[in-house]
Antibody, heavy 114, light 109 residues
Framework: QLQESGPGLVKPSETLSLTCTVS????????WSWIRQPPGKGLEWIGY???????NYNPSLESRVTISIDKSKNHFSLKMSSVTAADTAVYYC??????????WGQGTLVTVSS | EIVMTQSPATLSVSPGERATLSCRAS??????LAWYQQKPGQAPRLLIY???TRATGVPASFSGSGSGTEFTLTITSLQSEDFAVYYC???????????FGQGTKVEVK
């Protein structure tokens, strides 16, 4: 199971920080992604981290995004800097094999507002 | 970036009828395509990968077809639990820049 956690409200220009905790299995395998969905809109892949630490990001977000992994805590994290209202969305963490996404967290709504 | 375009945006279907959803890629993605189902307030659920392979636990009423740039998701005999939004996703690129379609909402007619 995957469970997202983090602040539900972030101020404009600040950094959004979320964690995805993996339970019932080891994080030391496969690709771990972040995906977001603005209210009433479609899905956008943000990036992934491979269990060994390699990362890849959506080019449109790459300059503001960092994904990291902590295998000792069985979790991985997302940091997105300089957020604006356009970053308001439900953020999902997901597990895949480097292609599609087999398992998803329930999602967490992050609102960017002062 | 590979752009995925789904049609129609909304599909009105009566229970028990067949639904046919389309997904088009702006360039060939071979068979590197997945379909997801999303119900209100829930995370997406993987239905189909490799264009036509059903994920574990997905009923046989769901089928996927196509390759290259044109793909179809067919739901035969719609049940009440099948009314939802469906997304396609390509995963051809490497290094990845995976993209989703904008979704098709299947609603009760």
């Amino acid at each position: 199971q995957l469970q997202e956690s983090g602040p539900g409200l972030v101020k404009p220009s600040e950094t959004l920080s979320l964690t995805c905790t993996v339970s019932g299995g080891s994080i030391s395998r496969s690709y771990w992604s972040w995906i977001r969905q603005p209210p009433g809109k479609g899905l956008e892949w943000i990036g992934y981290i491979y269990y060994s630490g390699g990362t890849n990001y959506n080019p449109s977000l790459e300059s503001r995004v960092t994904i990291s992994i902590d295998k000792s805590k069985n979790h991985f994290s997302l940091k997105m800097s300089s957020v604006t209202a356009a970053d308001t969305a439900v953020y999902y963490c997901a597990l895949g094999d480097g292609s599609y996404f087999d398992y998803w967290g329930q999602g967490t709504l992050v609102t960017v507002s002062s | 970036e590979i752009v995925m375009t789904q049609s129609p945006a909304t599909l009105s279907v009566s229970p028990g009828e067949r639904a046919t959803l389309s997904c088009r890629a702006s360039q060939s993605v071979s068979s590197n395509l997945a379909w997801y189902q999303q119900k209100p307030g829930q995370a997406p659920r993987l239905l189909i990968y490799a264009a036509s392979t059903r994920a574990t636990g997905v009923p046989a009423s769901f089928s996927g077809s196509g390759s290259g740039t044109e793909f179809t998701l067919t739901i035969t005999s719609l049940q009440s639990e099948d009314f939802a939004v469906y997304y396609c996703q390509q995963y051809k690129n490497w290094p990845p820049s995976w993209t989703f379609g904008q979704g098709t909402k299947v609603e009760v007619k």
